[in-house]
């Protein structure tokens, strides 16, 4: 973009010098102009649609907590930098689904622009690229979109990469106050922060040694040069230097060679922040070493980054220091277990002492840099750290649980190993969705790392040291693939502006449009055609051919233009072959599957059912006049009282209570139960004066079967995760596992198959609660009735068979067909009572959730007992799986137990089938019949609330019925 200047007569005024301007517009500036359209509206459209995911109900009701002044910081739950931006939105903008992401939004679209700052490091081309992949991620787009924090820690994560660049380049003192202020908003969102700010440090304390190995080689060889080329010239009497003799004794004296620097570096590297914190006390060793007077710039960046950093590792103190040593008593001073009361004086004291000797490190260390520069940073980030900790100074307990809470109960965590993932997760994850910059990242090696520059090398170290990070981290989620996927877009963009100045006789732009688009669209028909044609034999040979003919046709395109010209065309060709796909999958987890976790990066997400059920509840209210003083009970086992909390925060009359101790007194309109609960509601129902509808069923949370957990296991072990199975990298029987599994069990060909389409073509996993509403209330429509309509009696169908239940609303339960297997449309209802069930026939059903006994009459084997727990028969005993019973059952064996889900006799194998019923609606549902499904032993649940993986049930076999 450029710009003209206009005179004016009498033009003095900045308003009319402003409008004097006429901007000519540029290719560049509409390019960025359209990605930041696209990039807009891919994170602001149809934002509300999903269901709020588990975690998102909870930062978006401490978000809307805030504003009614009941919000308090806790480290389980990060923040509190977002919750306060979220709440300024909610103040603004009002509270629902669509603007509890905004926010989200805002730093999203805000992160693609920050490339911008680094334009002369990337290039015109490279910041173009940084620009575009950052803006179509599908990584970056789907935690766009999503309210949690790792969206807001990479948007200051890049603001720091920025600054640190800036100074080092400039050495203007805005860019450290700006890196202050990154660093801030950084540990302020997410505890994960200090793991970049780790890397950072890392690589400036590597940076300033070899900044110091380079100036003391450098002066070394200056000196050497000196005293050798007058001992030359006294030695054959010259009095005038000549180039000759010049030249030799530079090549004689030069101690600045490669190997020689990387030595010192290395042998400098331990004690460079050492160097960096007491540089004003170390003449002797700057004069010895000839580091010169002024410390090196990432002296600079390092100073002001550690001494911010070190109060914040004050905590860390007590499991590596204090307790080790003996000095206090173990978890005295833990957060998780002391700190959340009232804080005895004795601790507060202790505390307030551990945190007065690192600040005064830190600020011994700042003071004696630079005393203005460090104080006026240090004091305001300070001041602002302290001040969203306390909620604006009204709870002081922030005191605690910002400086000392969020490190010391992150640090105990890593035991817990939330998601319990493999090792592997982020080899997964990365290639899934990222594998556009990664392959550049790949391919681009040899520019950013051998032939790199200072920036490139950081770049690489920054990528690398998140993977080892995240890897060792004993958390693996997938929106920590946020901060994999921003320093891999950066790195593959400083690629493009390699491959882009390597060619440095291309033809004019005009002119090099059309090759560079041909190649593109060459090298994407090709790889789709590759990808989407069936599998076989000769379909392999044609794929092998097509390869060839593309390969071909990109080597004559580039052949003309000479070898420099190699690099930017097979640049070109990857974005063209890799870009389709790559949209196609972020268009599919972002917006194409919605509440539907086919994707990797959708974890765990509630159903958008629970988004029905709450307009339905808000029906009702309104309907029976009640408005936000409607009684509903929600069942808090398992953690489910989210995200209702968040649907329900304006009901003033709603009970959360554990189920599994007790139905809570009262009468409620609306009662929301876990499964596990049922029968307590259904007798709760019986006696209730509420006369209650047919219930419904919906998955309250469901996930993305994870069954490469199963596929990696190295047997005798059954699963491989963080916590379980003996299959990490440094066993060799796990390499053996993993050649074995592409060689002969079709890994490759699921993974493509994955890649392309993002099916894992497995149903998916899920934990169901149920509904009960009024039976006066008609839900399709959101009106009352004046009277229930009474439920039907048992009898007979056309074929004589005996029924129970039928259209029509049940009292306390729900009906269902007895024997029959049921159709689409029946309104179903569920519960018999104990009522003796008839002989055994092909196609016989048990009804879900009854108590029921049956004679095995017609199979020599047993049927499967459900609710069988410990080998005995019990009536509600919580089991959910399906288990065969003892083989020597023979005809006339009575067995008796407690549906939970229903089954239906199939005479081959003599056993019975789960039958996921349909729902009490007059709405078409869809049913499901499985051969098994099982259920693995419940370990337990997070801290915060979340099923852990191991303990979901996993479904498998599930096909619908139509």
Request: charged share 20%.
């Amino acid at each position: 973009m450029t710009a003209r200047q206009v005179a004016l007569p009498g033009d003095t005024g900045v308003v009319q010098r402003l409008l004097a301007r006429r901007i000519a517009l540029r290719w560049e500036f509409a390019a960025y102009a359209a990605i930041f359209g696209i990039a807009f509206g891919l994170r602001f459209f149809d934002l509300g649609t999903r269901a709020l995911h588990h975690d998102e109900s909870i930062h978006a009701q401490w978000s809307w907590s805030l504003l009614q002044g009941s919000y308090r910081h806790s480290p389980v739950f990060h923040g509190p930098f977002y919750y306060h931006i979220q709440g300024l939105v909610f103040f603004l903008f009002g509270a629902n689904d669509y603007t509890s992401r905004v926010s989200a939004a805002v730093f999203g679209s805000a992160l693609v622009a920050l490339p911008l700052l680094l334009r002369r490091k990337l290039g015109p081309a490279g910041t173009l690229a940084a620009v575009a992949f950052i803006a179509l991620s599908p990584t970056l787009v789907y935690y766009s979109r999503f309210f949690r924090e790792d969206i807001y820690m990479a948007f200051f994560t890049m603001l720091m990469v920025a600054a640190m660049w800036r100074y080092n380049e400039e050495g203007r003192d805005r860019w450290l106050y700006l890196l202050a202020a990154g660093f801030t908003g950084n540990v302020l969102t997410k505890e994960g922060a200090f793991l970049a700010i780790a890397v950072f440090l890392v690589y400036l304390d590597l940076h300033l040694a070899a900044q110091l190995a380079g100036r003391t080689l450098q002066n070394w060889s200056a000196r050497a040069y000196r005293r050798e080329l007058t001992a030359i010239m006294a030695t054959r009497g010259l009095e005038d230097g000549d180039p000759t003799l010049e030249a030799e004794g530079r090549k004689l004296t030069n101690l600045d060679v490669p190997w020689r620097r990387a030595a010192l570096t290395l042998g400098l590297a331990p004690f460079a922040w050492i160097v960096a914190a007491l540089w004003p006390f170390l003449g002797a060793l700057k004069d010895r070493f000839d580091w010169g007077e002024e410390v090196p710039r990432p002296g600079d960046l390092l100073i002001l980054l550690g001494t911010f950093t070190l109060p914040l590792l004050t905590p860390v103190s007590r499991a590596y220091i204090l307790e080790p040593f003996g000095i206090i008593e173990k978890d005295r001073l833990s957060w998780e277990l002391r700190l959340q009361g009232t804080i005895p004086r004795q601790d507060q004291v202790a505390i307030l002492g551990l945190f007065s000797v690192t600040t005064s490190i830190a600020a011994f260390a700042g003071l004696q840099w630079r005393p203005k520069l460090w104080s006026i940073a240090f004091f305001s980030c300070g001041l602002a750290y302290l001040t969203l900790m306390t909620s604006f100074w009204t709870n002081l307990n922030g005191l605690i649980s910002g400086p000392w809470g969020s490190l010391d109960y992150w640090q105990t965590q890593q035991h817990v190993s939330r998601g319990d993932q493999p090792w592997f997760y982020y080899y997964m994850l990365m290639p899934a969705y990222e594998f556009l910059p990664l392959a550049l990242c790949i391919g681009g090696a040899w520019w950013t790392v051998v032939r790199g520059t200072a920036f490139s090398r950081f770049l690489a170290f920054w990528l690398v040291g998140m993977f080892a990070a995240l890897a060792w981290g004993a958390e693996k989620m997938p929106w920590l693939n946020s901060h994999l996927a921003l320093p891999a877009c950066v790195l593959a963009a400083y690629s493009v502006q390699q491959a882009w100045e390597a060619w440095k006789d291309r033809p004019a732009f005009r002119k090099l449009v059309p090759t560079l688009f041909s190649v593109a669209m060459v090298s994407a028909g090709g790889l789709a055609v590759i990808a989407f044609m069936p599998s076989g034999a000769i379909y392999h040979l044609i794929r092998a051919a097509v390869a060839l003919g593309v390969v071909t046709s990109i080597w004559f395109a580039a052949a003309p233009s000479g070898r420099r010209a190699i690099g930017l065309i097979a640049v070109t060709a990857v974005i063209g072959a890799f870009a389709f796909f790559s949209v196609r999958s972020m268009v599919m987890a972002s917006f194409a599957r919605g509440d539907d976790p086919r994707d990797l990066l959708i974890y765990t997400q509630s159903s958008g059912e629970l988004a029905s059920i709450a307009r339905e509840i808000e029906a009702l209210a309104e309907a029976s006049g009640r408005g936000y003083d409607l009684p509903i009970a929600v069942d808090s086992t398992d953690s489910f009282a989210w995200p209702w909390a968040w649907y329900l925060r304006d009901f003033k009359a709603v009970s959360y209570v554990d189920f599994g101790s007790g139905m809570p007194t009262g009468e409620y309109q609306v009662i929301l139960v876990n499964e596990s609960n049922l029968f307590r509601v259904q007798d709760y129902a019986a006696s209730s004066p509420i006369a209650y509808g047919p219930y419904e069923q919906y998955p309250h949370r469901w996930w993305f079967d994870e069954y490469y957990k199963y596929a990696m296991a190295i047997p005798p072990e059954g699963i491989c995760t963080g916590l379980q199975g003996n299959c990490g990298p440094l066993r060799t029987e796990t390499w053996s596992h993993i050649w074995d599994g592409f060689a002969h069990q079709g890994w490759a060909t699921t993974w493509l198959e994955y890649w392309r389409d993002h099916d894992p073509r497995r149903a998916n996993g899920s934990v169901d609660a149920f509904a009960f509403f009024p039976a006066n209330f008609n839900r399709s429509t959101g009106k009352l009735s004046a009277t229930p309509i009474e439920p039907p009696k048992p009898g007979t169908d056309n074929d004589g068979r005996l029924t129970f239940g039928g259209a029509g609303s049940c009292q306390a339960s729900s009906s269902r067909r007895w024997m029959s297997r049921p159709t689409p449309r029946e309104p179903l209802c569920h519960r018999l009572g104990d009522q003796a069930a008839p002989e055994v026939r092909p196609g016989w059903e048990l009804p879900r959730f009854s108590r029921y006994s049956a004679r095995v009459d017609q199979c020599e084997r047993a049927i499967a007992a459900m609710g069988t727990c410990g080998g005995a028969h019990r009536s509600g005993c919580g089991c959910r799986h399906i288990r065969l019973a003892d083989p020597g059952l023979r005809q006339g064996t009575e067995v008796a137990g407690y549906v939970r889900h229903g089954a239906r006799y199939d005479q081959t194998g003599g056993t019975f089938r789960p039958l996921w019923a349909a729902r009490c609606r007059d709405r078409p549902r869809r049913q499901h019949l499985g051969d098994r499904h099982r259920k693995r032993p419940n370990p337990g649940l997070h801290a915060r609330g979340r099923v852990r993986q191991d303990s979901r049930i996993q479904r498998e076999g599930r096909r619908p019925v139509r």
